[in-house]
C-alpha cells in the first residue's frame, strides 16, 4: 500500500492518537517529505533528537548548526544509512518504501574516488533498483542516465573515470546519479566543501534545473551568509536538537543564533531585504562549523 507507515516505537512508548493523526498528514499532496520525532546516532550515542519538519515539492532547504550539530546525522538517517527512530513519510511512502525516492550526495572525503568507474558507470548506479544489479541495462535506462547527464553538463565527459575529475564535476555527477534515480528530494551533505566559486555556481545551476522538476532539497552547509539568500527554508540543528525551521528572517533572529552558535555570530541586514550572518574573528572557532565525520 503506498500509504502503508512505518513507525519506530521509541522504547516502550506508544504513539499518542495526536502523533498518528499528523502522521496521517504525510498524504497531504502539498507536501513531498514529513518527518517526525527522528532520532539517531552512532554506536550507542543519540546524535539526533526528536527532529520534524515537512517539505513541499521543488524547496531548498539548507540544514545549518555548528560542528556535532547533527547535520550529516540527519540526513544519513533520512536515506536509510542509519538506523533510527521516527518516522519518515515521503510521498506517502513509508521510508522503507521510498528509498528510490531519496537521491544522496555524500560528503567528498567519504567517497572512494580511486575506484575504477567511468562517469556513465556511477550514473547508471542510480538505476539499479529499477535494473537490478544483474540484468543489462534497458534503452530507457540508458536514456535516463543521458538525460541526467546532459541535465548537469556532464554528458561529453560520460567515459571520463570518476578520479580523474575536479571537485566540482564529481558534485554534479552524483547530482546526475539522482536525477537517473528519478529522486523526489536530494540530499547533499556539504557540497561545496573545497571547490571553487566557479563550481559552485554550476552546482546551484543545477539545483535551479531541479526547482523545475519539483525535486525538493535538503543541502547541509557550514556557510551561514549564503544559507540566507540561497534557500527558501532553514533547518538550524545544535546539539542533535531542531532549535528552529522557516524562512532566513524567522530562523536567524539573535535568540536562537545566540542559542546555537553563542557569541559568536553577527547579523546584519541589508538594503534587499537579506540576512546576512558572518563569523567573529576567533580562531579557536574555526573548525565548529563542519559536522562530524563519520
Known amino acids: 500500500m503506498a500509504t502503508l507507515r512505518t513507525l519506530f516505537g521509541r522504547g516502550t512508548t506508544q504513539y499518542s492518537v495526536a502523533e498518528l493523526q499528523a502522521l496521517d498528514n504525510c498524504d497531504d499532496p502539498a507536501l513531498v517529505m514529513t518527518v517526525r520525532d527522528l532520532a539517531a546516532g552512532y554506536n550507542g550515542h543519540r546524535a539526533l533528537e526528536a527532529v520534524s519538519f515537512d517539505v513541499e515539492p521543488g524547496e531548498r532547504i539548507g540544514v545549518i548548526g555548528p560542528y556535532g550539530a547533527g547535520k550529516s ?28 525516492m531519496v537521491g544522496y550526495v555524500p560528503q567528498h572525503e ?16 542510480g538505476r539499479a533498483r529499477q535494473v537490478g544489479y544483474i540484468l543489462p541495462p534497458r534503452p530507457r535506462d540508458r536514456q535516463a542516465v543521458r538525460s541526467a547527464l546532459e541535465r548537469v553538463g556532464m554528458w561529453h565527459l560520460r567515459k571520463r573515470q570518476i578520479g580523474q575529475l575536479s571537485g566540482g564535476q564529481r558534485r554534479r555527477v552524483f547530482v546526475a546519479r539522482a536525477l537517473a534515480q528519478q529522486a523526489s528530494v536530494l540530499l547533499l551533505d556539504e557540497p561545496f566543501s573545497g571547490i571553487d566559486a566557479t563550481a559552485e555556481s554550476e552546482i546551484f545551476q ?12 535538503l543541502l547541509a552547509t557550514h556557510n551561514l551568509a549564503q544559507a540566507a539568500t540561497h534557500y527558501d527554508k532553514l533547518i538550524m540543528l545544535n546539539g542533535g536538537h531542531l532549535v528552529a525551521y522557516g524562512a532566513a528572517d524567522a530562523v536567524y533572529t539573535p535568540e536562537n543564533l545566540a542559542a546555537t552558535f553563542g557569541d559568536r555570530i553577527v547579523l546584519f541586514q541589508q538594503d534587499d531585504g537579506y540576512v546576512v550572518v558572518a563569523d567573529k574573528p576567533c580562531h579557536e572557532h574555526e573548525h565548529s562549523d563542519h559536522d562530524h565525520h563519520h
Open 110 to 125: 567519504a567517497i572512494d574516488w580511486t575506484f575504477p568507474a567511468t562517469v556513465w558507470d556511477v550514473v547508471m548506479m
Open 206 to 217: 543545477v539545483l535551479d534545473v531541479l526547482r523545475e522538476e519539483a525535486v525538493a532539497v
Open 73 to 100: 546525522t540527519l540526513l544519513k538517517a533520512i536515506v536509510g544509512l542509519l538506523p533510527h527512530q521516527g518516522a519518515i513519510s515521503i510521498q506517502g511512502a513509508s521510508c522503507h518504501q521510498s528509498h528510490t
